[in-house]
């Protein structure tokens, strides 16, 4: 049975860091579809796409909000993925989710949450100004 749990989560300053991580129990890091992705959600909004990683390859994808801030990596010996957020701002405040596809999802189609078979139950990041 597949299990994602998020950490990392907490209250912060706008400019500060927060690194989220996401454990992932009963998946296959070994399985060759496997992409890992970052959503998020504020209230009164549609939960949205923040990045996401082909496991095998390595390969990144970022929404435009959080380019050039947010980096996506892995980490294959622990089945975890980790999603290090800097210059942190007030409208990244959301519960962060971690899902996880493992039918070789990429490109555009990787931005779509319905694309994702596994989720987590979230973590929430408080931006404050």
């Known amino acids: 049975q597949v299990r994602l749990v998020e950490s990392g989560g907490g209250l912060v300053q706008a400019g500060d860091s927060l690194r989220l991580s996401c454990a992932g129990v009963?998946?296959?890091?070994?399985?060759?579809?496997?992409?890992m992705g970052w959503f998020r959600q504020s209230p009164g909004n549609e939960r949205e796409f923040v990045s996401a990683?082909?496991?095998?390859?390595?390969?990144?994808i970022y929404a435009d909000s959080v380019k050039g801030r947010f980096t996506i990596s892995r980490d294959n010996a622990k089945n975890t993925v980790h999603l290090q957020m800097d210059s942190l701002k007030p409208e990244d405040t959301a519960v962060y989710y971690c899902?996880?596809?493992?039918?070789?999802?990429?490109?555009?189609?990787?931005?779509?949450?319905?694309?994702?078979?596994?989720w987590g139950r979230g973590t929430q990041v408080t931006v404050s100004s």
């Open positions: 899902a996880a596809n493992m039918r070789g999802v990429w490109g555009r189609d990787a931005f779509q949450r319905s694309e994702y078979d596994y």
């Open positions: 009963g998946v296959a890091s070994t399985f060759s579809s496997l992409t």
């Open positions: 990683i082909r496991w095998r390859a390595g390969s990144t």
